[in-house]
Nanobody
């Protein structure tokens, strides 16, 4: 029902910026959460940022707050992650995810909350 395709990853120097995109196929009137996750080799998957479809409330991991910004188009068809002041520890595979219909007011940064996942896009930050 939902297809997610990420793009925009690449290699940058420390302090650089990248803008990730996630093209989503989903009904715009739905109440749901979308989020960005990342996972580095040998490490657990980490929720980076989330956004609610109705109202656009956002949440961020403490490690990225102030540097990353999650956003969506007005039509809710594309999810973005603007990443600034990148650090080597940001190096990971970044994936976008979407939840089932959600009538709450807070979008979790926990992986099990999400059931639809994109294939991921690699971000590498060199020191």
């Amino acid at each position: 029902q939902v297809q997610l395709v990420e793009s925009g990853g690449g290699s940058v120097q420390t302090g650089g910026s990248l803008r990730l995109s996630c093209a989503a196929s989903r009904t715009t009137d739905s109440r749901y959460c979308m989020a960005w996750f990342r996972q580095a080799p040998g490490k657990e998957r980490e929720g980076v940022a989330s956004i609610f479809s109705d109202g656009g409330a956002t949440a961020y991991a403490g490690s990225v707050e102030g540097r990353f910004t999650i956003s969506r188009t007005n039509a809710q068809s594309t999810l973005y992650l603007q990443m600034n002041s990148l650090k080597p520890e940001d190096t990971a595979m970044y994936s976008c995810a979407a939840s089932r219909l959600w009538y709450g007011s807070f979008c979790s940064l926990s992986g099990p909350f999400y059931i639809y996942w994109g294939q991921g896009t690699q971000v590498t930050v060199s020191s």
